[in-house]
């Protein structure tokens, strides 16, 4: 089991910033890719960044890419969002999501093929 841990999340203006942090626990040594996910009021999931377990090129939502970072702290198990510029449409439950499957990059914008989530981390942008 691997399991995920969210926070982060918050009030914050239109053009601001958050950084969200997903701490990883259990057995990691299973995990071969972390996503970010998001999922808007009365909306459907939607996908926003996937990378490696080992690192490597992020893959990114074109609706967040250039505003959004992810990163990891691999001593702290901790894998990062910083958000910038955040718009209104950015307002959503954000959730840490892990695989364990070697072909993670095939499906990686697909939620369902995520083995693990985390209880998600509300952002909420005003204007």
Do not use: H
Not at 9 to 33: D, H, I, M, P, Y
Not at 34 to 41: D, E, S, V, Y
Not at 64 to 89: C, H, P
Request: aromatic share 12%; glycine share 12%; charged share 20%.
């Amino acid at each position: 089991q691997v399991q995920l841990v969210e926070s982060g999340g918050g009030l914050v203006q239109s053009g601001g910033s958050l950084r969200l942090s997903c701490a990883v626990s259990g057995r990691t040594f299973r995990t071969t890719a972390m996503g970010w996910f998001r999922q808007p009021p009365g909306k459907e999931r939607e996908f926003v960044v996937a990378i490696s377990w080992q690192g490597g090129t992020p893959l990114y939502a074109d609706s967040v890419k250039g505003r959004f970072t992810i990163s990891r702290d691999n001593a702290k198990n901790t894998l990062y969002l910083q958000m910038n510029s955040l718009k209104l449409e950015d307002a959503a439950v954000y959730y840490c999501a892990a695989r364990t499957d070697p072909y993670w990059s095939l499906s990686y914008r697909q939620g369902g093929r995520y083995d693990y989530w985390g209880q998600g981390t509300q952002v909420t942008v005003s204007s």
